[in-house]
T-cell receptor
Framework: DQQVKQNSPSLSVQEGRISILNCDYT??????FLWYKKYPAEGPTFLIS?????DKNEDGRFTVFLNKSAKHLSLHIVPSQPGDSAVYFC??????????FGDGTTLTVKP | ETGVTQTPRHLVMGMTNKKSLKCEQH?????MYWYKQSAKKPLELMFV???????ENNSVPSRFSPECPNSSHLFLHLHTLQPEDSALYLC???????????????FGNGTRLTVT
């Protein structure tokens, strides 16, 4: 049973527009959520996180929204840039600190 | 340069071979991890070490044997692997201390393993 799901394997957007990546989770014990970004031939790098006591966290062009009642979070990138093209992983942690990852969404930003 | 270094980057081995993957972190972290990424699957946690002590073994077959001699080094010893073990093996580290249990992971670039 996959506890963290990213239902869109891929997303393509035009440069300058908004990219919205979605993530759903099933375990109500998760209370900390992270997004990682992965370029080919590199390991994932941490992008942004949010605690369950918040519903929004912003860092420059990146904003993560959390809807606890729907067990849903999303990552907004605006404006999108070609360098944002990568695989984005959603991860969720419970009190133990271990992260459970989604399958990833491949974002392509077209110039 | 990443603070977490993995060698080798690529490895091809036969099912009867014995090989080891190496990971070194230069970040002063106290926790290290092995993850497996297979095609079209999420990252799977394999092993966790905190302060050199193994705290997690996620039902990993015994043909994978981890070793953590100190907080900066982590090995994954491989023997009699199967073709389905072919995957990207990622090492990560984090700082786990006190209230900061939600420290993000810092990943290496991985070892692409092919078992023939």
């Amino acid at each position: 049973d996959q506890q963290v799901k990213q239902n869109s394997p891929s997303l393509s957007v035009q440069e300058g527009r908004i990219s919205i990546l979605n993530c759903d989770y099933t375990n109500s014990m998760f209370d900390y959520f992270l997004w990682y970004k992965k370029y080919p031939a590199e390991g994932p790098t941490f992008l942004i996180s949010i605690s369950s006591i918040k519903d929004k966290n912003e860092d420059g062009r990146f904003t993560v929204f959390l809807n606890k009642s729907a067990k849903h979070l999303s990552l907004h990138i605006v404006p999108s840039q070609p360098g944002d093209s990568a695989v984005y992983f959603c991860a969720a942690s419970a009190w133990s600190g271990k992260s459970t990852f989604g399958d990833g969404t491949t974002l392509t930003v077209k110039p | 340069e990443t603070g977490v270094t993995q060698t080798p980057r690529h490895l091809v081995m036969g099912m009867t071979n014995k090989k080891s993957l190496k990971c070194e972190q230069h970040l002063g972290h106290n926790a290290m991890y092995w993850y497996k990424q297979s095609a079209k699957k999420p990252l799977e946690l394999m092993f966790v070490y905190n302060f050199k002590e193994q705290t997690e073994n996620n039902s990993v077959p015994s043909r994978f044997s981890p070793e953590c001699p100190n907080s900066s080094h982590l090995f994954l010893h491989l023997h009699t692997l199967q073709p389905e073990d072919s995957a990207l093996y990622l090492c990560a580290s984090s700082q786990e201390a006190g209230d900061n249990i939600y420290s993000p992971l810092h990943f290496g670039n991985g070892t692409r393993l092919t078992v023939t």
